[in-house]
């Protein structure tokens, strides 16, 4: 980033980087600007000072806040790592209590990804934070990625949708990184009287109701959560969130696929019974290609791997 004369990095202040990582999790000046206590006007002026030090322009400012340039979303990997150091400079050697944490994540929808952000949670030495936790749609969690609304994705490939998967993170600027492997299974109500199998085949499915999370506008079988998603099935039924669908596994007797973990913490009446096909379901995270993870983002993938090492799954990483 080195630059010639009003251009020159070498200007660039702790406090400056502090504030343009704020104002990428906000994505407003203004809201950034009231969480640090500082005024709207001097923190507008300290992000034209840093464009200016910097020789490019790193944010795109509307009436409807702001977002990153392609080389704001660069620079912020780089500002949110020298932040970081600089806290855990301060913290020991000056004493200094942890600053606010900030991490926001989307996935899509598995209960070993809030088992893990609970601990995460619970395992933060931070007085403040401000944790974000996105169960979404596959394209959304690749866009909140892409624009940083998110650090990191969590969501599954499998020999089917790989190559979609795959071609749309690379024209994102975005990097999949595996976190483990799993054979399919089914959940199900603990009360369903397949529930006690040892295994269950496609045909012991044909007259339950099939339940899938919906993917909205970018409805592609590329981008659905669950395997076989071309399969035709007599009865489906759509959802938009994970309560809904337990819900209807309990009132319906209705099954989905997925990777066989689910807390019993979290959802103690949903069983997982391994389904009796071919396939794999590799899990892994999603970030940008050109930035490292911050620390956070660093413990909870720790914590996911933590969660599903006890369910005797294939960790890849």
Known sequence: MTRDNAGTASGITLQQLRYFVEIAAEGSITAAADLLYVSQPTMSAAMKDLERRVGRALLVRSVRGVTLTEDGTEFLGYARQVVEQAELLEQQYLGRPPSRRLLAISAQHYSFVVDAFVRMVRASDAPEYAFTLRETRTWDIIEDVRTLRSELGVLYRNDFNRNVIDKLLRESGLAFTPLFRATPHIFIARSNPIAGRERVTLDDLEDLP????????????????????????????????????????????????????????????????????????????????????????????????????????????
């Not at 592609?220 to 099935?233: D, K, N, Q, V």
């Not at 689910?262 to 892994?284: F, N, Y």
């Open 210 to 317: 099939r339940l899938t999370f919906d993917q909205g506008a970018n409805n592609s079988f590329y981008f659905a959560e669950e395997i076989l998603s071309t399969r035709s099935a007599k009865q489906d039924i759509r959802v938009s969130d994970r309560a809904t669908i337990f819900n209807l596994m309990i009132g319906l007797d209705g099954y989905t696929i997925s990777t066989g973990i689910v807390s019993d913490d979290l959802d103690p009446s949903i069983v997982a019974v391994p389904l009796d096909v071919d396939e794999r379901i590799e899990i892994g995270w999603i970030g940008h290609s050109s930035s490292a993870l911050t620390g956070q983002a660093e413990r909870f993938v720790a914590e996911m791997r933590d969660v599903v090492a006890g369910f005797g799954v294939e960790l890849l990483t």
